[in-house]
């Protein structure tokens, strides 16, 4: 069970996470791999993180449209 091992699990999702984003970063900054050695700026690597988050983070929208006049604070618009 996954509440028996928890902190295996956590480090597991942390590790992966970690390899995503040394590979999204590879990538941005034109690497093939981690050995390689780069001439880069701070704004270099400010630039290629900001276009990492930009890329995986999906930000939610909500338009006019969507809101019916119900409850604005939930997202289900169901209702409490």
């Excluded at 880069?40 to 909500?62: R, Y």
């Amino acid at each position: 069970m996954v509440s028996e091992s928890f902190n295996y699990v956590a480090e597991f999702v942390r590790f992966v996470t970690e390899g995503y984003v040394a590979t999204f970063a590879l990538n941005e900054l034109g690497l093939e791999s981690l050995d390689e050695p780069a001439d880069l700026t701070m704004d270099d690597l400010h630039d290629a993180a900001q276009s990492i988050v930009e890329k995986i983070w999906d930000p939610i929208t909500i338009s006019e449209d969507d809101v019916d006049g119900g409850e604005k604070f939930c997202f289900c618009q169901k209702g409490i």
